[in-house]
C-alpha cells in the first residue's frame, strides 16, 4: 500500500511541478508586459529558463541513473555551437523567421548533442563512480578546447572548415562562423522566455514520462541496487545510455538557448565551474526532485544578481550560503535539532488545539 | 630546444602535478572524498610565501616553512569546519561543500589581496645549468628533488610509523579500525594536515617555475593534478607519483610536438584511454563487488 502511495505521490509531484512552472511563466510574462519588471530581471529570464533546463537534464543523469557527472557544460557547449552555427547559417541562406530559426537550431542542437551523448556515454558508463565523474570532466575539457580551436565560415562556395589555425579565405560576402578562441560573434539575440519557457516544459514531461515508464522504473532500479537489477535480467547499459542521450540531447538544447541569449558566444564560457554550478542547482533543490532542481536554479541564478549590493562580497556569500545550507541539510546533529524544533512546534498547535476542545 | 629539453621540463612539471596529487590521492584514499578545495590551498600557499618573502623580507627556506604551517593549519581548519560534520553524509554533499571550500578560498584571496597578478620571485633564484645541449634551471633541479624527497618521506612515513599504519587501517575499513582503538577523527586531521602541507610546497614551486600569481592560479593546476590522482589510481601514493609525472611529461611534449593549444584534449585524451584499458588507473586495485 506504502508503494501504491508513493506512485500517487510522484504523480501529484509532477502535476503541482508544471503547475509551479505555468503559474511562475504567466507571472513573469503578465509582469514583463505589463512593464513591472525591471530590466535586469526581464534579461535574466531566458538565462534562468536555460540553467533550469541544464538542472533537469543534469538531474536525469544525477537523480535518476544515480551517476556523477561533472561534464555537463561539454554538452551546453556542443548545443550552443551547434545550434548557433545552424541558425547563423540559415540567417546566411535568407531564412528571415527568428521563431523558425530558434526552433530549427534548438531541434539541431538537440539531436546533434544526443549523437555526442550516446558516442561519449560508450565509454563513460562503463566506468563506474568517481572514475566516471573525473571522464565526463576530460570530455567537457576536450569539447572546451576543441571548439576553442575551430575555425568555421561560409559564404557562396559553401562552407569551411579548419582546426587549430584558420586555413581558408572567405570571400567578400562570406561570414566567419566560429573564430577560434574568440568564438561566435554577433550573434542576432533570437531567444524569447516563451522558448524557454516551453524548453523546460518539454524536459519535465520528458523526464517525468521517462520515469514513470518500465525504462524508467528499469533505470532506478539500476540505480538502487545495481546488481539486484543486473541479476533479474535488466540490460544495465541500454538502460543508462538511454537516459544519458535523453539527459544529453536537453542539455544541448538549453544550450542552445543559452547561446542565442547572448551577442557573443565562447567556449571558455562552458567551462569546469559552469558544470559545478549545475550540479550544485541539482544538489541542492534534491537528487532526484525535479521541483527542488528548478527553484534551486532559480534562486540561485537570482541570488548573485540580487546580492549586487555587497558588490566584492558576493562571491564570498554565495559560498558561505553554499557552505551552510549543505551542512544544515546534512548533519544528523543539525538535522535533529532541526527536526526537534519542528515537533515541539508541531506539538504545541496540537496542544493548542486540543485545550481548545477541551475547553468547549 | 631539444627532445631531452622537453622531458626534463616535463618531468618538472609532472613534480608539481605529482606533489598536489599526493595531496588529493591522500585525502581520497582515507577521508572518500574529493577535495575540490585542495587547489585553493595551493594558491593560498602561494601568496603566504610571496608576502613572507617579497613583503616582510624573510629569506626564501622561512618563507616556504611559514606557508607550509600556515596552510597545514589552514586544512586542519576546514576539515574541521566544513567535512568533519559531514562524515555521514552522502559522498556528493561533501563533494558540493568542498566547492563551496574553494569558492570561499577564492573569493577571499580576490578580497584580501585584489585580483591582480603578482609576479613570484622564484624562490631558488634565476639560475640555470648547461649540460651540453641541456639547459636546465635551478628551479626544475629543485622541484624534481623535492618531489623525489617527498615521494620517498610519505611513503617511510605511510609504511613505518604508527600513524601510517592507522592510515591504512581507516583507508582500507573505517569501521573495523575504529574497532581496533584508532582514533579514526586524528588520522583523518593529519591526511589533511599533510595534504595541505604539501599544498603549500607545491604551490611556491608552481609560482617559482610559473611566476604568476592570482587567486585563480590553484584551479587548472588543481585539476590536472587531480587527473594525474585517478591516472594513476586513486588512493595509491605511488599511483599520484606515477601519474603526476607521466601528465606533466604528456602535456609538455603534445605543446612541443602536436598543438600548443591542443595540449589539453590530449592530456585528457589518453587519461580516457587509461581508464578504459585500465579502470582504476594505472596502479589503483580493481576492488571486488561483494554480493
Redesign the interface.
Known sequence: MKKLKNLVKSKNNAWLTYAVVVIAYVIMASLRASGNLSSKMSGMLVPICAYVAMALALNLT?GIIGE?SLGHAGFMSIGAFAGTSLIVIMQYNGVASPTVRLVVGMIFAAVVTAVCGFLIGI?VL???G??L???T???A??IK??F??MYLGIDETGLHFSI?EKKFELTETGRIIIEGAMGIRSITKISTFLAGFILVMICLIVIFNLMQSRTGRAIMAIRDNR?AAESIGIPVFKYKITAFTISAAMAGAAGCLFGNNYSSLVASKFN?DTS?LI??FV??GG?GNMLGSIIAATALTVLPEALRSFA??R??V???V??VV??T??????KALVSNFKEKFSKKKEGESAGGLANE | MSFLNYLVSGLSLGSIYAIIALGYTMV?GIAKM?NFAHGDVIMVGGYICFFAVQRFGFPPIVGVIVAMALCTCLGIIIERL?YK??R???S??V???A???S??L???A??LWTSNPKVFASVVGDGTIQMGDLVVSHVTIVTIIVCIVIMLVLTAFVSKTKMGKAMRAVSEDKGAAQLMGIDVNTTISVTFAIGSGLAAIAGVLLCSAYPTLMPTTGSMPG?KA??AA?FGG?GSIPGAFLGGLLLGIIENLAKAYI?T??S??IV??V??VV??VK???LLGKAVR?K?
Do not use: C, H, K, W
Open positions: 544525477v556523477l565509454p562503463r566506468l563506474r568517481d572514475y565523474a573525473i571522464v570532466l576530460a570530455f575539457e576536450i578546447s576543441l576553442a580551436n587549430v546488481i569546469i559545478i550540479l550544485v544538489v541542492l537528487q566584492d562580497y562571491m564570498l554565495y559560498a558561505i553554499l557552505i549543505m551542512l541539510t546534512n548533519n544528523p546533529q543539525l | 581520497y574529493l566544513a560534520p559531514l555521514s553524509a552522502p556528493l554533499a563533494l558540493i561543500t566547492i563551496g571550500v569558492y570561499f577564492q573569493n577571499s580576490q578580497l585539476i587531480f587527473t585517478v586513486i598543438s593549444q591542443l589539453d584534449a585528457f585524451g587519461l580516457i581508464l578504459l579502470p582504476a588507473g563487488e554480493v
